[in-house]
C-alpha cells in the first residue's frame, strides 16, 4: 500500500497480520484526539496522565475491532474456498487480500456483510455493557471509552455499508447485481461507478466546507480521490480477468517445454538450460514421464561445490498433482497458481502427455497483447 514498509506483527488463524506505516500515522491521530478532546470533554477534571492512558487503551480496543471486522471477512472468505493472503491495517482502516474472487454472488455477498455485521455486534456489546456498567454504579473512566468503542464501531459499519466500491456495501451492490444479471463484469462496472460517485461525493463535500470557510471534511477529499481510484482500477482488472477467462491455456503454453531430465547433475542443468533460458522453473521428466518440478531458485540454494554430484531429481518439488491442468483450461483459473510464493507454474497435459507449460510471463504476454488491442 503507498509504497510505504509494512510490519508483520503475527497471524491469526493462519492469516497474516500485517501493519502499513500509513496505519501508525492514523494510530496517533486517533490517540491524540481522543486524549486532547474527547475525552477531557466527556470526563472533566482529570489528571493529563489519564487521558493519555484512557487515549492510548482506547485507540488500541478500536484497532482491534477493525482487526475483528476483516478477520470476520477473512474467514467467511475461507470457508467458502478462497485464500486469504494477508490483513493489512493501513490509513483508511484494513483490507482483507484475497488471492481469488469470491466464488459467485451468494459468497461474495457473505464475505462482504460478514465485516459490518461483526462491527454491528461489537457496536451493541459494548453499548449494553458500557449502560450495565453505569447502571451498577462503577467508575465512569471505566464506561466512557466503552461508550465510544460502541459509537465508533457503528460508525464503521454504516460507513463501510456506504455503496461504493471498494467498500463493503459497494460488494454488497457488486454481488447483487451480478446474481441478478449473471455477468461479473457488468457487475464491476456498476460497482465500479458506485465507488467512483461516493469519490466524487467526499470529494464534493469537502469543497463545499472549505467554500464555507472549516477544513474540517478536507480528509474527506483524501478519502474520495482515494476511493475513486481504487473503483477505477478495479474495474480495469476485472476487463482483464474477463478476457483472460476466453483464453485458453493452450493458446499462451510455452510448447513444446524445455525439460529436465532427472538424472543429470546440477551443473548439467546449469551450463544447458540457465544460460541460455528465460524460464525459472522446469518439468522433470524421468522415463518420459513427468515426476515434478526444478525452481532455479532451488537450484541457487545449493552450494555451488556440491552442483556436480546433485541431481536434478534430488531439489525437484514432487507434488505437482494441483499444477496439471487440461488444455482447454481458461487462463483466469490458472492465475493463483502463478503467484510468486505460489508453484509459480502449470503444466498442460493432453491425453497423459505433456503438452506446454504456462507460467507468469505467458500471462502478462497475454495481458499486454489485450491492452494494446484496446487500445
Ligand atoms: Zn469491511
Redesign the pocket.
Known amino acids: 500500500m503507498f509504497g510505504l514498509p509494512s510490519l508483520r506483527i503475527g497471524k491469526l488463524f493462519g492469516i497474516p497480520l500485517e501493519v502499513d506505516a500509513s496505519w501508525f500515522f492514523i494510530f496517533f491521530l486517533v490517540a491524540s484526539t481522543l486524549t486532547t478532546s474527547y475525552f477531557p470533554s466527556a470526563l472533566p477534571d482529570r489528571e493529563p496522565v489519564t487521558y493519555v492512558a484512557l487515549g492510548f487503551v482506547t485507540a488500541l480496543a478500536f484497532f482491534v475491532s477493525l482487526v475483528l471486522?476483516?478477520l470476520a471477512?477473512s474467514l467467511v472468505a475461507r470457508a467458502g474456498g478462497v485464500r486469504i493472503a494477508r490483513v493489512t491495517l493501513f490509513l483508511f482502516g484494513?483490507v482483507s487480500q484475497m488471492e481469488e474472487e469470491p466464488k459467485g454472488p451468494g459468497h461474495e455477498f457473505v464475505v462482504?456483510m460478514a465485516?459490518?455485521l461483526t462491527s454491528v455486534v461489537l457496536a451493541v456489546t459494548f453499548w449494553f455493557s458500557h449502560l450495565w456498567l453505569a447502571a451498577v454504579g462503577a467508575p465512569d473512566f471505566l464506561w466512557v471509552p466503552i461508550e465510544y468503542l460502541a459509537l465508533i464501531n457503528f460508525t464503521l459499519a454504516i460507513f463501510?455499508l456506504l455503496p461504493g466500491f471498494p467498500l463493503?456495501g459497494g460488494r454488497v451492490l457488486r454481488a447483487i447485481v451480478w446474481g441478478l444479471s449473471g455477468d461479473l463484469l457488468k457487475a464491476t462496472k456498476w460497482a465500479s461507478r458506485s465507488g467512483q460517485a461516493l469519490g466524487t461525493l467526499f470529494i464534493a463535500v469537502a469543497v463545499f466546507g472549505v467554500l464555507n470557510g472549516t477544513f474540517d471534511f478536507i480528509w474527506l477529499a483524501v478519502m474520495g480521490w482515494f476511493l475513486s481510484t481504487l473503483a477505477a482500477g478495479a474495474y480495469q482488472q476485472q476487463l482483464v480477468r474477463s478476457s483472460l477467462a476466453e483464453v485458453p491455456v493452450e493458446r499462451i503454453m510455452s510448447s513444446p517445454p524445455v525439460l529436465a531430465p532427472a538424472e543429470i547433475s546440477l551443473d548439467e542443468m546449469a551450463h544447458s538450460y540457465v544460460l541460455g533460458g528465460r524460464h525459472k522453473r522446469y518439468p522433470v521428466v524421468q522415463d518420459g514421464r513427468v515426476i515434478g518440478m526444478v525452481d532455479l531458485d532451488r537450484v541457487n540454494e545449493v552450494p555451488r561445490a556440491d552442483w556436480p554430484v546433485v541431481t536434478v531429481a534430488e531439489v525437484a518439488a514432487r507434488d505437482i498433482g494441483d499444477i496439471v491442468v487440461a488444455p482447454s483450461t481458461p487462463v483466469d483459473a490458472v492465475l493463483a497458481r502463478l503467484e510468486p510464493d505460489g508453484p509459480g507454474a502449470v503444466l498442460v497435459v493432453e491425453e497423459g502427455r505433456l503438452a506446454g507449460i504456462v507460467t507468469r510471463s505467458d500471462v502478462i504476454r497475454l495481458v499486454r497483447e489485450t491492452a494494446q488491442q484496446r487500445d
Request: net charge negative; proline share 11%.
Open positions: 471486522h476483516e471477512h484494513g462482504a465485516g459490518p463501510n463493503d
